[in-house]
C-alpha cells in the first residue's frame, strides 16, 4: 500500500464537506403518484497514514471530535487518505440492484423523522455503523427521482446524505447478511483517477422488460445487444465479507461441485484405476470451476450520486472522464451517437461557460469563503415551491439510475452536474434505437427483395 498521500486532498474535502454542510441542497418533494422515498449515506474516512498515526482515541490528549474544523485540526489528519465506504449488495432475485456496488441506505420508514434519519438507521442496520456516535453530519447532496424503463416509470425519491468519520478506531463492521455481501473501502484518490475509467455492461432485455420471459425475453436481447454504462474500477484498500450471506442456487451449486472435488483425499488417488482418473478428470468438463468473483465496477444509480461528489473535488474533471450511456451493436451505436451529437455539445457548451455546473471552490484553505462555494451561476431563479417549472419536468435518473439531481423553487439553480449532462439524453436514445430497428427492417427487406428477384430469374432462366 502506497505512502505519502497528498496533503491537499485532505484539505479540499474538508472545505468541501464545510460548504456541504453550510450551503446544503434542497429537498426535493415526493410527486403525489411516488410516495416512496429512500436515502443513502455516502461515508467519508480519513485513513491515518503509517509514520502519522493518531493517538489512542480515550487517552487524556485525545477527544472526540464534534465539528469539522475541531477534528481537521489534528495534525494526523493532514498526512491521511480520504476514503468512501461502499457496500456490494447480497444476491437477491427479487432485488432490482442484486450484487450492485451501493452506499448504505434504504427506504425511508414511518418511524423516521426525515430522510437524514432514515439513511442513519439504515447504516446501522445494513453494516452495524453507528453514524451518530462516530459521526458529523456534512449535509446533502442533490436529491433524485429515480426512473426505470428510461423514465417512463417513477420509482422513488433518492436522498444522498454525506457523513464524516471523526475516529479511525470504530467497532468492526456488522453485515446484514440477507442485505449485503461485502463492505469496500475505497481512495478518494482512486475515485478520481482517469486510469480507473471503464465501461459496464447491463441485458437491455431485463430492464425494458422486466416481465417478459422465454422468446420474446431472448429476441430483444439478441436485437438490442447489452447497453455500455460508465463505471469505475474500484481498489478497496479494506474490505469485510460476509460469511452468512446466502449465494445464489446456481453459484451455490457450482461451490457444492467444487468442494466435492477437492473434499475426499482418495479422489485422485494414484490407486484408482485409469478409467476413473480419466473420468474424474476435468477431461469432458464434468465438473466446472466455481465462477470468481468479477471485478467491482461502480456505475449505474450510485456512479451517479458519486459523481456528484466527485465533481466538486478538484481537478473537477469527473464529468469529464464520465461517457454516455450506448449499446454494443454499431448500427443501435452509431445512431445513438449521430441523433445525440449535437445534444452533447449543447450540453459540453453550457458546462464549460459555467451556466449549468457547480462553482467550484478555490481550495486555498480552509479559512476562505465558504459560503458560495456551490452556488450555480447564470441560471434565473424562480420563488415558486413546486417541483415542475414551465419548460422543464421533475429530475429523473432515466434508465437504471444514471441521471439527474434536484430543482426546487428558488433553489431551482441548485442542480447537479450530472443532471444537466443526462437532462433529456434518453429521449433521443429512444429515437436512435426505433431508428436504428427502422434501418434493420429496411435492410432485411432489400435482401429479401434481392433473394426473391434472384430466384425468380434463375426460376425463369430454368423454365426457358
Known amino acids: 500500500m502506497?505512502?505519502?498521500?497528498?496533503?491537499?486532498?485532505?484539505?479540499?474535502?474538508?472545505?468541501?464537506?464545510?460548504?456541504?454542510?453550510?450551503?446544503?441542497?434542497?429537498?426535493?418533494?415526493?410527486?403525489?403518484?411516488?410516495?416512496?422515498?429512500?436515502?443513502?449515506?455516502?461515508?467519508?474516512?480519513i485513513q491515518p497514514s503509517y509514520s502519522h498515526w493518531p493517538?489512542?482515541?480515550?487517552?487524556?490528549?485525545?477527544?472526540?471530535?464534534?465539528?469539522?474544523?475541531?477534528?481537521?485540526?489534528?495534525?494526523?489528519?493532514?498526512?491521511?487518505?480520504?476514503?468512501?465506504?461502499?457496500?456490494?449488495?447480497?444476491?437477491r432475485k427479487s432485488d432490482r440492484w442484486t450484487s450492485h456496488i451501493a452506499l448504505?441506505?434504504?427506504?425511508?420508514?414511518?418511524?423516521?423523522?426525515?430522510?437524514?434519519?432514515?439513511?442513519?438507521?439504515?447504516?446501522?442496520?445494513?453494516?452495524?455503523?453507528?453514524?451518530?456516535?462516530?459521526?458529523?453530519?456534512?449535509?446533502n447532496l442533490p436529491q433524485r427521482l429515480v426512473t426505470t424503463h428510461w423514465g417512463k416509470k417513477p420509482l422513488m425519491v433518492l436522498c444522498p446524505y454525506v457523513f464524516l468519520l471523526t475516529t479511525h478506531e470504530i467497532p468492526p463492521l456488522r453485515l446484514q447478511?440477507?442485505?449485503?455481501?461485502?463492505?469496500?473501502?475505497?481512495?478518494?484518490?482512486s475515485l478520481l483517477a482517469p486510469?480507473?475509467?471503464?465501461?459496464?455492461?447491463?441485458?437491455?432485455?431485463?430492464?425494458?422488460?422486466?416481465?417478459?420471459?422465454?422468446?420474446?425475453?431472448?429476441?430483444?436481447?439478441?436485437?438490442?445487444?447489452?447497453?455500455?454504462?460508465?463505471?469505475?474500477?474500484?481498489?478497496?484498500?479494506?474490505?469485510?465479507?460476509?460469511?452468512?450471506?446466502?449465494?445464489?442456487?446456481?453459484?451455490?451449486?457450482?461451490?457444492?461441485?467444487?468442494?466435492?472435488?477437492?473434499?475426499?483425499?482418495?479422489?485422485?488417488?494414484?490407486?484408482?484405476?485409469?478409467?476413473?482418473?480419466?473420468?474424474?478428470?476435468?477431461?469432458?468438463d464434468q465438473f466446472p470451476v466455481a465462477p470468481k468473483e468479477g471485478p467491482l465496477h461502480l456505475w449505474g444509480l450510485t456512479l451517479g450520486v458519486v459523481a456528484d461528489f466527485l465533481d466538486l473535488v478538484p481537478p473537477h474533471h469527473a464529468l469529464t472522464l464520465w461517457t454516455y450511456?450506448?449499446?454494443?451493436?454499431?448500427?443501435?451505436?452509431?445512431?445513438?451517437?449521430?441523433?445525440?451529437?449535437?445534444?452533447?455539445?449543447?450540453?459540453?457548451?453550457?458546462?464549460?461557460?459555467?451556466?449549468?455546473?457547480?462553482?467550484?471552490?478555490?481550495?486555498?484553505?480552509a479559512s476562505e469563503s465558504l459560503a458560495n462555494s456551490a452556488v450555480l451561476v447564470d441560471r434565473p431563479t424562480t420563488t415558486s415551491s413546486t417541483v415542475e417549472v414551465e419548460g422543464e419536468r421533475p429530475d429523473e435518473t432515466g434508465f437504471h439510475g444514471l441521471g439527474t439531481g434536484s430543482a426546487v423553487g428558488d433553489m431551482k439553480s441548485r442542480k447537479a452536474a450530472v443532471a444537466t449532462m443526462l437532462e433529456g439524453y434518453y429521449d433521443i436514445v429512444r429515437r436512435a434505437v426505433g431508428v436504428a430497428l427502422l434501418g434493420r427492417a429496411g435492410v432485411l427487406a432489400l435482401v429479401l427483395l434481392w433473394a426473391w428477384r434472384r430466384w425468380k430469374w434463375r426460376t425463369g432462366g430454368l423454365g426457358r
Open 2 to 45: 502506497a505512502t505519502g498521500f497528498s496533503p491537499s486532498l485532505v484539505d479540499q474535502t474538508h472545505t468541501l464537506l464545510q460548504a456541504l454542510t453550510t450551503s446544503p441542497y434542497p429537498d426535493l418533494p415526493s410527486p403525489e403518484s411516488v410516495p416512496r422515498r429512500a436515502s443513502v449515506a455516502l461515508v467519508i474516512r
Open 55 to 91: 493517538p489512542p482515541r480515550g487517552t487524556p490528549s485525545t477527544s472526540t471530535p464534534r465539528g469539522l474544523e475541531t477534528f481537521f485540526s489534528q495534525p494526523w489528519t493532514h498526512h491521511g487518505s480520504p476514503e468512501i465506504l461502499f457496500i456490494k449488495r447480497a444476491a
Open 104 to 139: 448504505p441506505g434504504g427506504r425511508r420508514d414511518p418511524t423516521d423523522a426525515d430522510d437524514a434519519a432514515a439513511a442513519v438507521r439504515e447504516t446501522w442496520e445494513e453494516v452495524g455503523l453507528d453514524l451518530t456516535a462516530y459521526g458529523i453530519a456534512c449535509g
Open 177 to 189: 447478511p440477507t442485505e449485503v455481501a461485502a463492505t469496500h473501502w475505497v481512495p478518494l484518490r
Open 195 to 284: 486510469s480507473q475509467r471503464t465501461v459496464a455492461f447491463e441485458d437491455v432485455s431485463s430492464r425494458l422488460a422486466n416481465q417478459e420471459t422465454g422468446v420474446r425475453k431472448w429476441m430483444l436481447s439478441l436485437i438490442l445487444g447489452k447497453m455500455m454504462f460508465a463505471a469505475i474500477g474500484l481498489l478497496p484498500t479494506e474490505s469485510l465479507h460476509s460469511a452468512e450471506t446466502p449465494a445464489p442456487e446456481a453459484a451455490a451449486a457450482a461451490v457444492q461441485v467444487q468442494d466435492n472435488r477437492h473434499t475426499p483425499p482418495t479422489y485422485y488417488s494414484r490407486t484408482t484405476a485409469l478409467a476413473s482418473r480419466v473420468y474424474r478428470s476435468d477431461l469432458f
Open 325 to 365: 450511456p450506448t449499446f454494443t451493436p454499431l448500427d443501435v451505436r452509431f445512431w445513438v451517437w449521430l441523433l445525440t451529437y449535437r445534444f452533447k455539445e449543447r450540453k459540453r457548451a453550457e458546462l464549460q461557460a459555467g451556466s449549468a455546473v457547480l462553482h467550484k471552490p478555490t481550495f486555498g484553505g
